[in-house]
């Protein structure tokens, strides 16, 4: 099913709120203390009896650089010493977890986030590998989707091979923009050049998928800038494209006090920006995904969305959501069966945990019922822009417009203003409402309040 999506001023106008990204519902918004590393293990017993396949996510945190625009959870620091530590610690967190892992749980997607994954040499990224391999099932037929986030500014091709030769077959480069005016602005310098050798080296080494991401809204961003960006980075080809709404929330994120706000793009240009960037994917043959997501048509993603089998977790799209999420790391984020929880974000407090022999859990939830039922109908609307009542009434043995008669209202005025079609049967997204289904899911969202709005990005 392709999804084109139709540019409608007035309804972004109406509809561009701010809102969650839905990684997850219910959202981290409404993770609580009272999640405790106890309530991991047990969920994890759990998956293990039922033999669920897993996903893992490592977190890595270190940057060498900093760059004012970030929100991760990073520690800024030139001295490649301290990385050691921190890698003996996340070993004794997989030994903790481990036992509570059966060899028969395969390891179907590995994605390793930060930070900068690359800030570790590459003697320690073949260890760190080799511990998981111990540790886990992982594949060894290249069949698996085990991909790494890479700053081209830290990765070269003996990098590039070292990172094929020890299992990675995904690859996503962070570029953001190629104007070195705007670089400056955000203390990210990086050319053209070190982007395209990077890419060029992971093609000839047998990565089958590339994604680059890309922020409209940076300071000193023009809309013919940022054109010009889009235009260089689409000859260069990649499977998949990421083009954020950078989201100035410097009261929240320390990093982006550095940006001078006289420099940030107006709305009205940053609209354009976002604009102009659809219709230049389109042309260049890239099929919209969602919200900020792109895919040539060949890609896992796109075929997943054709079969109405796209899912979304914590690491974005996905095709792998059947999968229980094992996170690790300082701040990383687990989902196995009905379970949230969260590891602390002091990585000094992390460590310490880990090394008295005790996981660092804390914070999370578990979904009831309420939830697991929103959620499904949220994953239907963000991930393949229609709903079938039949499908969650049979599914849940409920009556959809019954149990939904608070939304019933706001769904019949998104209707006549053309951003859904709703009758008996259920919802579509409409092309002009597909930018913004965000909104859409919003109506579904049971905690969503005026008072937490203010900590999520806008739409567009």
Same mark, same amino acid.
């Given at each position: 099913m392709f999804n084109p999506i139709q540019w409608d001023a007035e309804l972004i106008r109406r509809y561009d709120k701010a809102g969650p990204r839905y990684t997850s519902y219910p959202t981290a918004v409404q993770f609580h203390d009272g999640i405790t590393p106890s309530d991991l293990l047990a969920a994890l017993d759990k998956s293990c009896e039922q033999r669920t396949p897993l996903s893992l996510y490592i977190h890595i945190p270190f940057c060498a650089n900093i760059c004012y625009y970030c929100a991760c959870n990073k520690v800024i620091t030139k001295d490649r010493s301290r990385s050691q530590p921190y890698l003996d610690s996340l070993y004794r967190e997989i030994d903790l977890l481990k036992s509570h892992v059966s060899p028969e749980q395969q390891v179907e997607q590995l994605h390793l986030g930060g930070g900068t994954p690359t800030f570790l040499s590459n003697e320690q990224l073949r260890e760190l590998l080799l511990k998981l391999r111990e540790s886990f099932s992982?594949?060894?037929?290249?069949?698996?989707?085990?991909?790494?986030?890479?700053?081209?500014?830290?990765?070269?091709?003996?990098?590039?091979?070292?990172?094929?030769?020890?299992?990675?077959?995904?690859?996503?480069?962070?570029?953001?923009?190629?104007?070195?005016?705007?670089?400056?602005?955000?203390?990210?310098?990086?050319?053209?050049?070190?982007?395209?050798?990077?890419?060029?080296?992971?093609?000839?080494?047998?990565?089958?998928?590339?994604?680059?991401d890309l922020i409209y809204g940076l300071p000193k961003q023009t809309p013919a800038g940022f054109a010009k960006t889009l235009e260089a980075i689409i000859a260069l080809r990649p499977d998949r494209l990421s083009i954020f709404n950078y989201a100035h929330l410097p009261e929240r994120f320390k990093p982006q006090r550095r940006i001078n706000a006289e420099d940030l793009p107006s709305p009205a240009d940053k609209l354009l920006m976002f604009e102009n960037s659809i219709r230049q994917m389109a042309e260049a043959g890239y099929r919209y995904i969602g919200m900020d997501h792109f895919a040539l048509p060949d890609d896992l993603l796109s075929q997943a969305q054709d079969n109405g089998e796209l899912q979304r977790n914590? $690491? /974005?799209?996905?095709?792998?959501?059947?999968?229980? @999420? &094992?996170?690790?790391? !300082?701040?990383?984020?687990?989902?196995?069966?009905?379970?949230?929880?969260?590891?602390?974000?002091?990585?000094?407090?992390?460590?310490?945990?880990?090394?008295?022999?005790q996981l660092a859990v804390r914070r999370g939830l578990i979904r009831n019922a309420d939830d697991r039922l929103r959620r499904a109908v949220i994953t239907q609307l963000i991930c393949n822009f229609r709903l079938a009542f039949a499908d969650i009434e049979q599914r849940f043995a409920?009556?959809?417009?019954?149990?939904?008669?608070?939304?019933?209202?706001?769904?019949?005025?998104?209707?006549?203003?053309?951003?859904?079609?709703?009758?008996? $049967? /259920?919802?579509?997204?409409?092309?002009?409402?597909? @930018? &913004?289904?965000?909104? !859409?899911?919003?109506?579904?969202?049971?905690y969503l309040a005026a008072d937490n709005q203010q900590r999520f990005s806008r739409i567009i």
């Open positions: 992982l594949r060894s037929d290249d069949g698996g989707d085990y991909s790494i986030e890479i700053d081209p500014r830290e990765a070269d091709w003996a990098t590039m091979g070292v990172l094929r030769e020890i299992g990675f077959n995904r690859v996503s480069f962070g570029v953001q923009d190629l104007d070195p005016e705007v670089q400056r602005a955000v203390n990210r310098l990086q050319s053209f050049e070190q982007t395209e050798a990077v890419m060029k080296a992971a093609r000839q080494l047998g990565f089958r998928s590339i994604n680059i914590f $690491q /974005g799209y996905t095709t792998h959501d059947h999968c229980d @999420l &094992l996170g690790m790391g !300082v701040s990383s984020i687990s989902q196995v069966g009905d379970l949230f929880c969260q590891n602390t974000a002091d990585v000094n407090l992390y460590q310490e945990t880990v090394d008295n022999g409920i009556d959809f417009r019954s149990y939904f008669a608070d939304a019933w209202p706001l769904l019949e005025q998104m209707h006549r203003d053309g951003l859904i079609r709703l009758d008996q $049967q /259920g919802i579509e997204v409409l092309p002009a409402g597909r @930018l &913004l289904v965000r909104s !859409v899911c919003m109506v579904f969202d049971a």
